[in-house]
């Protein structure tokens, strides 16, 4: 399915996530490490590392697409699963890491059963984020941890400017010629509009039941992480 050119909502929205991933799967990883300039393996370091919680516990990765999250999540000794709504991803995926495929809204999870929870570039793609933190407060133990990383605007006008050329247009260009899919690569920097500010996105998850919600910027404000902990 063709990204719409206004930003659809709820189920209409859903549908056309999952369909737009499937398309896109095949060069999803390549294109990852140019769009980020091969800085999202350190990015995900700084999330595995920011859940603070002992190797061997039991992780999710949410939205996980392809498993790179999980991947490292298990090199680093943790038992990490994976679960995501597109069967393309899921199918183009690179890790030995048990992947579900679930709507992470509706989690096929007990209650307070994991210690962490891990999500990468994805919160602008669900159709309800206070949906999306209370599912998280409810499989979390008490205690345990969430980090999810997602794009963010710089603050600083000349990073901001930089940028703006970057992801609003040469990685749209980009994308669409080594993916074949320019629809899906015009919507990415424009989905980032469905990201609440960053006082908003911590009272989203402060309201769901996390206390120490943090956020942290990478690449001069280009990458958020987001942190909390369970009440
Ligand atoms: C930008 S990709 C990120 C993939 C991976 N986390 C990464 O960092 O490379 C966004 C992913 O979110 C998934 N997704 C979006 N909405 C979802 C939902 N409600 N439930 C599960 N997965 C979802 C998509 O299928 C896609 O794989």
Redesign the pocket.
Known sequence: MTPPTTLPEGETK?VM??SM??SI?PT??RL?RVISLGL?RGW?RKTIAALELDPAAHVI?????????CEDLARAGFRAFG????A??LAARHTIAPLVR????VLPLADGSVAGVT????LR???DLSV?FAECARVLRPDGRFAM?DAAEPEQPLMRMGHHVWFRRVVPWLGGRLSGAPAAYRY?PASTAYLPPPAELIQLATRAGFRRVERRTFMGGAVQLITGTRS
């Open positions: 859903r996530i999952e991933f499937d799967a999803y990883d990852n999202d995900r990765d949410l939205a996980c697409g392809t498993g790179d999250l679960f995501d709504i597109s393309g991803m679930a709507d992470v809204l999500c990468g570039f994805a793609n669900f159709t999306f990383l990415l």
